[in-house]
């Protein structure tokens, strides 16, 4: 995580959200590292083509349903985090189900039954799962 931010939030106090959101909301400390590593590559400026923001690329809709502001990078990190924990409450702590959902959205997940035939959402998986020791 190198440098500072626009939002003039330093690279420590970004850590340590990370540290904090992640034991806050049952996320092991190294797949939250490797999600927001895969989202953004740790730069608080990305945007994705769809519209999704930050670190932990939230859609805007989403960070409102979390009570978070996805265009501040702390609580984008915290609204991330939270995100992939219930993720991982939802789909019984399968990590790989809480990513496609993560991704590619529930409704898919369901859909499908599992994870969703899209290369995107598979490679996105596989990148983060070996990235972290917890898939």
């Not at 190294?30 to 923001?53: C, K, T, W, Y």
């Not at 490679?123 to 070996?130: A, D, K, M, P, V």
């Given at each position: 995580?190198?440098g ?40 608080m ?62 409704g ?28």
């Amino acid at each position: 995580m190198g440098g500072r931010h626009r939002s003039g939030k330093g690279e420590g106090q970004i850590a340590a959200a990370i540290v904090k959101a992640a034991r806050a909301h049952g996320v092991p400390l190294d797949l939250a590292l490797a999600l927001i590593n895969q989202e953004s590559r740790f730069n608080m400026n990305a945007r994705s083509p769809v519209g999704a923001i930050g670190f932990t690329q939230l859609m805007p809709a989403t960070a409102r349903s979390l009570g978070v502001d996805a265009n501040d990078p702390i609580e984008n990190v915290w609204g991330g985090i939270k995100y992939l924990g219930i993720k991982l409450k939802a789909y019984g702590g399968n990590v790989m189900l809480a990513l496609a959902s993560y991704n590619a959205g529930s409704g898919n997940v369901e859909k499908y039954g599992g994870i969703p035939p899209f290369k995107e959402t598979r490679t996105y998986i596989r990148n983060i799962c070996n990235e972290s020791k917890e898939c």
